[in-house]
Structures are given as structure tokens and as C-alpha cells.
């Protein structure tokens, strides 16, 4: 089997596990929306792409395990998924179309591979903690992680160029760990501390009051009297 049609299994609320071949390539638009009773689910390595709404509304999943060559993550496709706390993959080992999954290489982050992230990707994900944005995404879209009440920690890129308006970007930039080249938020740089002038200054001239000193001229004629006798 290569294909899972549209909707193929949506709203199976006693659906609790599933065991996908390793020959898909195709997983359909909202093929698993609506499952509340499905907490974990393991996706085959051929599969590139996940469709509109794949998981939406499907309230207890807990983990996903990604493809290690997933390239896309569709519109709303974990919208919804409120227990949402871990998307992970497996590295591989080998060289080129000889490398094998090694199952003890487990990573807990987006697979590296994705380069994009659809609006709504991850709406409502309250209890999602940690976001990693693959090198190859360069465009967040609009409302990717709104309502991502939970989230802590984003790492971004210098290649991300673009981050939707809205929601999803108020929370990207208020928890971004590392927001490098146009994604960061421009910031004015603080004025360099001044320095001390190493000179003394000179004393300060007291100003002309407009009366002469008297009693100064009285000894200076009394002094020149002395003299002249």
C-alpha cells in the first residue's frame, strides 16, 4: 500500500494505535482528524509530505515520530492537538541510498530535511514546549504556532526571512531563543558609556560684579606713597 485516501480514518474516536507500512508515500488530507482516543503514532520513512489537517483535533495525541526525509508540514495539519508534547525522529547511518535507520539515535526536534510549515501548522498546541525550525524553512506562515500558550523555547535561523503576522508571530518573538539576521527584532544599540576627560578643568570665572575693590586700591597708593618718600 502507497496511499491512505482524504479522511480515511477521521473521527475513529475509539482508534487508540496504528501500525502504517513502510511503503507509503501518501497520507491524505485530514486522514487522522478527529481521533481522540489515538495517543501516539509512529509515520513511515518514505513519507514526504503531511497533508492538510492530518492529525486536527485529535486531542490526546501525545507523540508523533516523523520521517526522516519529511519535506513539508501542511496547513493545520496538528491544529487542535492539545497533548501534543513531543515530535521526534531517528537519524540514520550509511551513505547515500545505502543508510539504515539507527533506532538509537533518536531525535526530539523537527527532522532536518523540512523546509516548510504551513499556516495553522501547529495552532492550539497548548502543551508544546520547545520548537527547533529546520535550516531549510526560510517563511514561517501566518498563525503556525498560535495559541502555543506553553511554548518556552524557539530556536530560528539567520535564513528565516519571514514570519506571519498575527498570533503566531507575537509568540515566536517573545520566546525566540536565538533570532538571527532579518528575523530578529530590530533593537536600538545602547550609546557607548562617555568618557572622562583626563584635563583638569579650568577654574571657573567669577562674574564682573561692576564694583571696584576699594580697600585693594587704598594699599596700592599707600604702597607707592611709601616708595616715592
Keep these: 500500500m502507497t496511499k491512505i485516501g482524504s479522511r480515511a480514518f477521521a473521527s475513529c474516536e475509539q482508534l487508540k494505535s496504528v501500525t502504517l507500512p513502510e511503503s507509503l508515500v501518501v497520507l491524505g488530507s485530514y486522514a487522522f482528524a478527529g481521533c481522540t482516543a489515538l495517543t501516539d503514532i509512529e509515520l513511515p520513512d518514505r513519507l514526504e509530505v503531511l497533508n492538510k489537517g492530518t492529525f486536527e483535533g485529535t486531542t490526546v495525541l501525545e507523540e508523533v515520530g516523523l520521517p526522516y526525509g519529511l519535506r513539508r508540514i501542511g496547513m493545520e495539519c496538528f491544529k487542535d492537538?492539545?497533548?501534543l508534547?513531543?515530535?521526534y525522529y531517528f537519524s540514520k547511518r550509511g551513505i547515500s541510498d545505502v543508510m539504515t535507520t539507527d533506532r538509537d539515535l533518536r531525535e526530539d526536534v523537527l527532522p532536518t530535511l523540512v523546509d516548510y510549515i504551513g499556516v495553522g501548522a501547529f495552532e492550539n498546541c497548548a502543551v508544546?514546549?520547545?520548537m527547533d525550525v529546520p535550516y531549510g524553512v526560510t517563511s514561517i506562515a501566518a498563525r503556525a504556532f498560535a495559541g502555543c500558550s506553553s511554548l518556552r523555547?524557539?530556536?530560528l535561523h539567520n535564513r528565516v526571512r519571514e514570519i506571519g503576522k498575527g498570533r503566531s508571530a507575537a509568540v515566536l518573538r517573545s520566546t525566540a531563543?536565538?533570532?538571527?539576521g532579518a528575523a530578529r527584532p530590530s533593537a536600538?544599540?545602547?550609546s557607548p558609556p562617555r568618557r572622562r576627560s583626563s584635563q583638569r578643568r579650568s577654574p571657573r570665572r567669577q562674574p564682573f560684579s561692576g564694583r571696584a575693590d576699594r580697600s585693594g586700591d587704598?594699599?596700592?597708593q599707600r604702597a607707592?606713597?611709601?616708595s616715592a618718600a
Excluded at 531563543?177 to 538571527?180: P, Y
Design 177 to 180: 531563543s536565538a533570532f538571527l
Design 153 to 155: 523555547h524557539v530556536a
Design 81 to 83: 492537538c492539545t497533548s
Design 218 to 220: 587704598r594699599q596700592r
Design 128 to 130: 508544546l514546549t520547545r
Design 85 to 87: 508534547t513531543t515530535l
Design 188 to 190: 536600538k544599540a545602547p
Design 224 to 226: 607707592t606713597a611709601w
